[in-house]
């Protein structure tokens, strides 16, 4: 069962236990010095009225002063740690989110367009300045209103009143706002994302947008995204608008009030100036940390939404890897599945059903079969991206689920529909800067996919950086670039889904006399519109319906 956003707004300040206790100290020395002022002042004018102008009246003057220095540097303290503090979560969320992104489970991405998950990081600003601006705001106003009515209370007995008043209007107005407020800001933010999601559609897609209509399509969907936005930005509001209006009813009510009574104990010799003066200061202060927190509640809804979206993502179930030694796949990899059965999630029926099949090593098979007919799930369960729902699934005779998938991982190569180069240079998406990669295997990489004369055509070769999604690049050779990374480690399996369908006839042909060679101990499953494949491959499996309706052995 997921948390509720409060819980987990409450565990992520555990993660900085530390750094909050030292500001909460800092607020509470901070607010002690602050309220001490009044009693200076208080002290002051009680000289000044009786005509005494000595040293201990410099002294009182002097250690005001002091005070007043005193709480600025307390302030500059707790900025020090908060800076610390946010920088912190910059680094703790950008790393849980380049950790967790790779290793969501593939179901989990079924309804989830990724780039829109990794928008949700900046939440994290969100989350950097509003936990700071609450730790240092809401710190110092809270302590100062607990601090101030136990003050005032000396004064006279009719401040506890003031003070149980104000506890309760606190009270009340988060306990009856606090579900409209944050239910509103969490819609508002799912629409904000809404609308930041189709503008990447836009960008991604502008040359489509350029015709007339098309653009008035863009522009008319962005307004209806931006009034869903602005129809709940509204109800939020309207939510922050109550509950300034109480407050400023009760500051109304409170300050007339105070004075009144305030006067009248002065008149009956209850309070003498210098005492009425120091309470109407403190009253003040005791008001304004009020009104910072009801104005501080805004910030508070930000950062439980911004915690809230970022915390859906660290739901989405992440990838279980076998810790244990594994030493399975050292020479030969065959694979084989009985009676394999897989649906996505929330759907009712099987894409795939009975899968029966055995991979030896080095066999080169094309999977062929109408669209829909199963053939690109069945390679992504192959190739340990998808778990199967039922049935088995043996990897050198031994079962899928315990075998350790990373090992898994190093000794296969995939294409998957739709893979494309990274923001980086040639070489950083061939090879991952992996050291272990020899620059023999980059050359005989790149020139059995036919990508040598390209890169000697350009002036920083290798080194040349490209855009995301290989943007500058022909179709053919950002596919080329992915293919050379699929084999440049030389892997025992390899798992294409249509992988040389950007490129012109004769190159295609050559390439897949390269992947299908003999030589080339590897095994090789692809599905792919190309007929040559089905030339060179040892096997074709037929699939209809999820099924496998045919496999036959050509060589």
């Keep these: 069962m997921n948390d509720t956003p409060l819980q987990r707004f409450f565990s992520f300040l555990k993660l900085d236990r530390k750094d909050i206790l030292q500001v909460f100290f800092y607020a509470i020395f901070a607010g002690l010095v602050s309220l001490s002022l009044p009693l200076g002042i208080q002290a002051i004018i009680n000289l000044i009225q009786s005509g005494r102008v000595s040293v201990s009246w410099i002294v009182l003057v002097l250690v005001v002063v002091l005070g007043v220095a005193l709480v600025g540097i307390l302030s500059l303290m707790q900025l020090r740690i908060t800076e610390n503090l946010q920088q912190k979560i910059f680094v703790r969320s950008s790393f849980e989110f380049s950790y967790r992104l790779p290793k969501i489970k593939f179901e989990e991405l079924y309804n989830q367009y990724p780039p829109e998950l990794a928008n949700r990081f900046f939440d994290t600003l969100t989350i950097q300045k509003g936990t700071s601006k609450l730790l240092i705001d809401f710190s110092t106003a809270f302590l100062q209103i607990i601090f101030g009515i136990v003050l005032l209370s000396l004064y006279h007995p009719f401040f506890i009143f003031f003070g149980f008043a104000l506890l309760v209007l606190l009270y009340s107005i988060f306990k009856f706002s606090y579900n409209s407020g944050l239910s509103t800001s969490l819609k508002e933010s799912k629409y ?156 009712t029926d099987y894409v795939l059903e009975k899968i029966n099949l055995q991979v030896l090593p080095a066999e080169k098979i094309f999977l062929e079969g109408e669209n829909g007919s199963g053939k690109t799930t069945l390679i992504r369960i192959l190739s340990g991206l998808l778990q199967p729902t039922s049935g088995s699934f043996f990897i050198n005779d031994d079962t899928y689920r315990k075998i350790d998938l990373t090992h898994y991982r190093s000794h296969i190569g995939t294409i998957i529909q739709g893979e494309t180069p990274f923001e980086g240079t040639i070489l950083e998406n061939i090879t991952f800067n992996n050291p272990s990669v020899s620059q023999d295997d980059i050359k005989w990489a790149i020139e059995n996919v036919k990508l040598g004369e390209f890169i000697k055509s350009l002036p920083e070769g290798l080194d040349t950086k490209i855009f995301p999604e290989g943007r500058q690049l022909s179709s053919s050779n950002a596919q080329k670039i992915v293919l050379a990374r699929s084999i440049i480690n030389k892997p025992k399996l390899l798992f294409y889904e249509d992988p040389l369908s950007k490129m012109d006839e004769k190159i295609a042909n050559e390439i897949i006399d390269f992947i299908t060679n003999p030589n080339n101990k590897w095994s090789v499953i692809v599905s792919s519109k190309n007929a040559y494949w089905k030339q060179k491959c040892q096997r074709i499996i037929t699939m209809n319906q999820g099924k496998i309706v045919s496999n036959t052995k050509i060589q």
């Excluded at 007339?212 to 922050?240: C, G, M, P, W």
């Excluded at 084989?336 to 999630?345: A, I």
Aim: proline share 1%; aromatic share 12%; glycine share 4%.
């Design 192 to 347: 904000k994302y809404k609308v930041v999601s189709w503008l990447q559609e836009i960008a991604r897609n502008n040359f489509s947008f350029r015709k007339k209509d098309n653009f008035e399509f863009a522009l008319s969907k962005n307004n209806d995204l931006v009034s869903q936005y602005l129809t709940y930005r509204e109800k939020h509001f309207a939510v922050i608008k109550r509950q300034f209006i109480q407050l400023i009813i009760f500051k109304v009510i409170i300050t007339a009030g105070l004075l009144l009574i305030g006067g009248f104990l002065v008149l009956n010799q209850q309070m003498n100036i210098g005492q009425f003066v120091a309470a109407e200061i403190i009253i003040l202060l005791v008001i304004n940390s009020v009104e910072k927190i009801i104005v501080g509640l805004e910030t508070f809804y930000d950062v439980i939404t911004a915690i809230e979206k970022i915390g859906q993502i660290s739901d989405l179930k992440t990838e279980d890897f076998n810790s244990k030694e594994a030493d399975y796949c050292f020479t030969n990899i065959s694979l084989e599945t009985e009676n394999l059965r897989f649906k996505f999630p929330d759907a």
